[in-house]
């Protein structure tokens, strides 16, 4: 027992002693870290003082490189200007479609011309189609300083007018042909069928000549466009026809003129104040989406306030309420350019709420038509189908050496499916096949709609048994009358991105590489154009016909869009794909820096920029003064929140995220001067002779893409 007893008293105080020294352990190790945190507050210290001492002169050494945007903006000024002054010079037969009276004449002339010949439309339709898209390109691409409010409404007005005009001369084209079916009639079957197309319009026509059940179906062999009548209509007088139009004349004029992301640059004055005055207000953001006098933006007057909520939106707005809100949309502009005092993010900026929102909250709101589509999550893809149902006007009679026909001054005559005078009965669908076009890309079974003119919506009831088949490219289904129909794709289908890059590949060229779930995108920059090199798909490359071919940032990105490929967010997007945008600040800084550096420097997409958070972005860059790719190891993290931009001592490969910077590094002002810390002088002299119309392009794409939220 005294054994024991001994025993139990040196455990116990072996057991006292080793608390002890854990004790003492544990407060040396505390000591020893708030030493170290002590110490790297004070290095931290130092570093913002240091940084904080030298903004002001980064902010100006930097504001001499942004004056390349000022001079990319007036170059562009000035060859509107003069191409405005070559049409003019060059007598061309073609309107300016800017000019009022030339527009007005252009389309009086062709009113008063009888000629209804379809291939003759189809030529004429290709030049009002060009002057459609010019105008189009007016009201994305002009500078908000450039154009007036009555300029916008004259262009929007010419606009739906050139359209309701090349699809009436289409309509009288389609009313000739069905009065000469003797011209196209079929030896075998003894009806009339005819395919005409060139690469805005493919233009189906058949007509029941002999009424007999067994001809209920026909399939266009140029167009692989086909149909199957219900047996009703296969003993009647009716001709059906499909006109495809590869374009887009149907869904709301907002859709067609959709704004791209500008940005404002700085003014001198701007750069240097302090740098509280660099951070917007919430409030200041939304409101400042139509000013910008020095980058081209396009004001959006087919969407009234109420409609610019992220939630689910109306799909049309009348041409009536789009011109009445342009007024409001302005005076909001104009309070917003009092209170900014710096950086103008007119797309990247919150949307705002409409203002009557918390007096109706109270009340229950009505549930949404879910067979109504919501044009910001589904857009059309591949152009409209115009299904309908004619009927047969008297046809040509040979009375020995005379031609005779009745001749009626109704024009061109819908045949009514189902029948009016029978609403309660029930009438067998009809079902259509359509090929689609090998210029468009769909990623997965497309969603058909119809236009409900009365509503001016798109709808997706009243079509049903649809059978789409991937390797044919063809749909099939049926649908309860003749409509005018369109394949929608997710406008998100390729977002959230999988990953980008942007390097340099020679003087003023540049190369960014957008990699989605489906497909890798490569554009080309060169000069003031960029170039789809390609779009590979299951490593397959597809939509050659697009590649090779220099165009405009705002022309490649319509290009891309129509076929399929959209890689270009839109206001809300962030809403649809459970995104959380970065800050409009620190996105719309680092987008402007990466244009001005990407001469001589390569940025990539960084895992860590979704654990970074909404007010920061990173990214990877690496100095790339060589045609060869980056290799993994060159790659450096950098984090920047608008204001002050720092390198990271993490990895790619790191286990988590850690906002810690660089042994041996400071933080700076600019990205620009954080890179100029780890750089070579041959990559700052290739960053200072870039050209200012090679920037403009690479910032264009950037805002575009917006890849730092959307990847």
């Known amino acids: 027992k005294a054994e024991l007893r001994r025993l139990k008293r040196e455990e116990e105080e072996r057991t006292r002693r080793e608390q002890e020294e854990a004790k003492i352990q544990a407060e040396l190790e505390e000591a020893a870290r708030l030493e170290k945190e002590r110490l790297e507050q004070e290095r931290m210290a130092r570093l913002a003082a240091k940084d904080r001492e030298r903004r002001e002169a980064e902010l100006a050494e930097l504001n001499s490189l942004e004056q390349k945007f000022l001079s990319a903006e007036q170059w562009k000024i000035d060859y509107r200007a003069h191409a405005k002054w070559e049409h003019y010079l060059s007598c061309d037969e073609n309107p300016d479609p800017t000019v009022l009276r030339e527009i007005n004449t252009f389309m009086s002339l062709w009113r008063e011309d009888q000629n209804k010949d379809i291939k003759l439309v189809m030529e004429k339709g290709e030049q009002v189609l060009n002057l459609i898209e010019k105008l189009q390109l007016l009201l994305l691409d002009a500078p908000s300083n450039q154009i007036t409010e009555k300029e916008i409404v004259q262009y929007q007005e010419s606009i739906l007018e050139l359209q309701n005009l090349l699809h009436e001369k289409y309509n009288g084209a389609t009313e000739h042909l069905l009065k000469v079916t003797c011209m196209y009639e079929d030896s075998e079957t003894g009806n009339m069928h005819a395919v005409i197309k060139d690469k805005n319009v493919t233009f189906c026509i058949w007509v029941n000549l002999k009424?007999?059940?067994r001809f209920k179906s026909?399939?266009?062999?140029?167009?692989?466009?086909?149909?199957?009548?219900?047996?009703s209509l296969a003993v009647s007088s009716v001709a059906v026809r499909i006109l495809h139009t590869h374009y887009d004349h149907v869904s709301p004029l907002w859709l067609q003129c959709h704004s791209v992301p500008k940005l404002e640059v700085l003014d001198s004055k701007e750069l240097t104040q302090d740098s509280k005055r660099d951070v917007e207000e919430p409030g200041e953001e939304g409101n400042k989406a139509n000013e910008d006098p020095s980058m081209p933006i396009k004001k959006e007057p087919s969407m009234p306030a109420e409609e610019k909520t992220c939630g689910r939106r109306?799909?049309?707005?009348?041409f009536q309420e789009n011109i009445s809100s342009i007024a409001d949309v302005n005076e909001t502009g104009e309070e917003a350019e009092k209170k900014s005092e710096i950086l103008d993010v007119?797309?990247?900026?919150?949307?705002?709420?409409p203002l009557m929102q918390g007096e109706t909250s109270e009340k229950e709101e009505p549930k949404p038509d879910e067979n109504i589509v919501d044009l910001q999550q589904f857009v059309p893809v591949g152009g409209v189908y115009h299904i309908d149902a004619l009927q047969v006007p008297p046809q040509v009679k040979q009375i020995k050496d005379w031609s005779m026909v009745e001749l009626r001054n109704v024009g061109l005559e819908a045949y009514s499916y189902p029948p009016e005078a029978a609403e309660d009965a029930t009438h067998p669908p009809i079902q259509i096949t359509l090929r689609l076009s090998d210029d468009v890309m769909y990623f997965a079974t497309p969603v058909i709609a119809r236009w409900d003119p009365a509503g001016q919506q798109w709808r997706t009831d009243d079509i049903s048994n649809i059978t789409y088949e991937t390797e044919e490219k063809s749909i099939t289904f049926k649908m309860g009358a003749f409509y005018t129909v369109a394949l929608l794709q997710d406008a998100h289908i390729n977002m959230p991105y999988q990953g980008w890059e942007l390097q340099p590949t020679g003087t003023d060229e540049a190369l960014l590489i957008v990699t989605t779930v489906f497909a890798v995108i490569q554009i080309q920059v060169k000069g003031n154009q960029c170039m789809l090199s390609s779009v590979v798909v299951e490593e397959k490359q597809v939509l050659s016909h697009m590649t090779g071919k220099w165009i405009s940032p705002l022309n490649l990105r319509e290009v891309l869009?129509?076929?399929?490929v959209n890689i270009f967010p839109g206001e809300c997007s962030y809403t649809y794909l459970s995104l959380k945008k970065k800050a409009p600040t620190a996105e719309a800084k680092a987008y402007q820096e990466m244009a001005l550096l990407t001469s001589a420097f390569a940025f990539g997409r960084s895992k860590w920029n979704l654990e970074a958070g909404q007010e920061q972005v990173v990214f990877k860059v690496s100095e790339h003064l060589k045609a060869e790719s980056v290799n993994d190891k060159d790659w450096s993290l950098y984090l920047f929140n608008g204001q002050k931009a720092q390198k990271l001592k993490i990895t790619e490969s790191s286990e988590a995220f850690s906002e810690e910077i660089e042994e041996g590094s400071e933080f700076h002002s600019t990205i620009y001067h954080m890179l100029k810390d780890f750089?070579?002088?041959?990559?700052?002299?290739?960053?200072?002779?870039?050209?200012?119309?090679?920037i403009d392009v690479v910032y264009q794409l950037l805002l575009a893409t917006r890849v730092l939220t959307y990847s």
């Open 211 to 213: 009424k007999e059940v």
């Open 218 to 231: 026909y399939v266009f062999c140029d167009a692989q466009h086909g149909f199957d009548l219900p047996k």
């Open 314 to 318: 109306k799909s049309v707005v009348s």
């Open 346 to 353: 007119s797309s990247l900026s919150l949307v705002q709420e």
């Open 561 to 564: 869009k129509k076929a399929g």
């Open 679 to 694: 750089s070579s002088k041959e990559a700052i002299d290739k960053v200072e002779t870039a050209s200012f119309l090679f």
